[in-house]
């Protein structure tokens, strides 16, 4: 039998003159949004701003609440289950397009062209969806890549 490991985490849209920002971890092929775990007891809003401020050492406004996506991966025999709940997010003190430093040597911060997303393997996959009609959704955005 599997091991299952559930990971509750929060995550950051930012989105500025139709650039997304993105983080890579230096041991994966991927990239996904910028943010993390939430903890037990914690609020997701106040995760995000925890999250971006240990990562990039900045100040952030959350913003509205996206949605949500879920995903499944399965590593080294163990089956990972990510429920991911997305907010618009603007960082403060930061010029737009110029790569934020990390300040976690492994993780590497990035702009990209909205258009191009699809060739930045971003993880979950229906981000891409999410991130490309962003100026078209309305309500919260639901996406999966569970069956």
């Known amino acids: 039998m599997l091991e299952t490991r559930f990971h509750y985490v929060a995550r950051a ?19 996904y949004l910028p943010g993390g775990h939430i903890g037990l007891g914690e609020s997701a809003i106040k995760a995000l701003a925890r999250e971006i ?10 913003g509205p609440y996206l949605g949500a996506v879920e995903h499944g991966w399965l590593s080294d025999g163990v089956d990972h289950i990510e429920m991911n ?10 010029p737009p397009l110029t790569d934020p430093v990390s300040k976690e040597p492994h ?5 990209v062209p909205v258009r191009s997303l699809e060739h930045h393997r971003l993880q979950p996959t229906p981000l891409v969806t999410l991130i490309k009609h ?3 959704i309305q309500g919260a955005w639901w996406g999966s890549t569970l069956d």
């Open 13 to 31: 849209v930012i989105i500025e003159h139709e650039h997304v920002l993105l983080v890579r971890d230096q041991a994966t092929p991927y990239a």
């Open 53 to 62: 401020r240990e990562e990039l050492g900045l100040d952030c406004t959350v």
């Open 85 to 94: 709940h997305l907010f618009w997010v603007t960082l403060e003190g930061w």
């Open 107 to 111: 993780l590497t911060f990035y702009w």
């Open 134 to 136: 962003h100026r078209t």
